[in-house]
């Protein structure tokens, strides 16, 4: 399999271009084949349960010929009940082999999120903030052992 970090650069990427943000589809896309080797195939719901972390929740959407929508989110207990956090809604398209993060959760509790939320406002910058977050996610996952694989 290959990694992100095996990628070897043609050009020299502007961060916020969009050749800069279709590297980070690239990479977004590496990082999940990790976290979910047959994304090609599985459909319905799954959950990865690791010691140490919150419990990985992914939900496959929609299911097309050359895309796969998913959701990826935490369900944490809290004294208010159930809450969902990060929630994000991912478009992987198997042809190109790119992921994109489709949407995330306004409703951030972290400020870290929230401050990236409020800097990035135009749709270039919108859609660099929710990949960026993606990004980061789907590394601490695999750092942190989580892997989906069918039933």
């Given at each position: 399999?290959?990694?992100?970090?095996?990628?070897?650069?043609?050009t020299?990427?502007?961060?916020?271009?969009?050749?800069?943000?279709?590297?980070?589809?690239?990479?977004?896309?590496?990082?999940?084949?990790?976290?979910?080797?047959?994304?090609?195939?599985?459909?319905?719901?799954?959950?990865?349960?690791?010691?140490?972390?919150?419990?990985?929740?992914?939900?496959?959407?929609?299911?097309?010929?050359?895309?796969?929508?998913?959701?990826?989110?935490?369900?944490?207990?809290?004294?208010?009940?159930?809450?969902?956090?990060?929630?994000?809604?991912?478009?992987?398209?198997l042809?190109?082999?790119?992921?994109?993060?489709m949407?995330?959760d306004?409703?951030?509790?972290?400020?870290?999120?929230?401050?990236?939320?409020?800097?990035?406002?135009?749709?270039?910058?919108?859609?660099?903030?929710?990949?960026?977050?993606?990004?980061?996610?789907?590394?601490y996952?695999?750092d942190?052992?989580?892997l989906?694989?069918?039933?």
């Amino acid at each position: 399999m290959l990694l992100d970090s095996h990628l070897v650069p043609q050009t020299i990427v502007k961060p916020r271009s969009f050749v800069g943000l279709m590297t980070l589809y690239e990479s977004n896309y590496l990082r999940l084949l990790r976290l979910i080797p047959e994304i090609d195939r599985l459909d319905g719901c799954f959950r990865s349960r690791i010691a140490g972390d919150c419990d990985l929740h992914i939900a496959i959407l929609e299911r097309c010929r050359y895309t796969v929508t998913l959701s990826l989110t935490y369900h944490l207990e809290t004294d208010d009940g159930l809450l969902i956090d990060p929630d994000m809604t991912i478009r992987v398209y198997l042809d190109c082999q790119v992921v994109e993060a489709m949407a995330i959760d306004e409703r951030q509790r972290h400020e870290a999120l929230r401050r990236l939320v409020r800097e990035h406002r135009s749709e270039l910058d919108q859609r660099w903030q929710r990949n960026i977050v993606l990004n980061k996610w789907l590394e601490y996952l695999y750092d942190k052992g989580h892997l989906v694989l069918d039933r």
